[in-house]
């Protein structure tokens, strides 16, 4: 089983860049394909991005499609979401989930979720 931690959400400006991370521990990170979610307030939480066990295949939301970047180190365990151009409508809590079987844009078919991180930003 693994235990998820993201972290680097902050408040930034429209136009603004941030990097958020997701650290993986207790599990083989290598076997897991990862996602990455959001839910803004009052919405249901959605699909941002995605990406395979390998990092070898990725996948994007079209409201991301050319800002965002998902990529995945194996070797540190690691998850990152590159955000770039950044929206006063991507505020949101952004989550990182995992699954050993599926690489999906389906929130259901992830296994494990992390706590979530904040980004804020402001127009």
């Known amino acids: 089983q693994v235990q998820l931690a993201e972290s680097g959400g902050g408040l930034v400006q429209a136009g603004g860049s941030l990097k958020l991370s997701c650290a993986a521990s207790g599990g083989t990170f290598s076997r897991y394909h990862m996602g990455w979610f959001r839910q803004a307030p009052g919405l249901e939480r959605e699909f941002v991005t995605a990406i395979s066990r390998s990092g070898g295949s990725t996948y994007y939301a079209d409201s991301v499609k050319g800002r965002f970047t998902i990529s995945k180190d194996n070797a540190k365990n690691a998850v990152y979401l590159q955000m770039n151009n950044l929206k006063p409508e991507d505020t949101a809590v952004y989550y990182c989930?995992?699954?050993?079987?599926?690489?999906?844009?389906?929130?259901?078919?992830?296994?494990?979720w992390g706590q979530g991180t904040q980004v804020t930003v402001s127009s």
């Open positions: 989930a995992a699954d050993p079987d599926t690489v999906a844009t389906i929130l259901k078919q992830y296994r494990y």
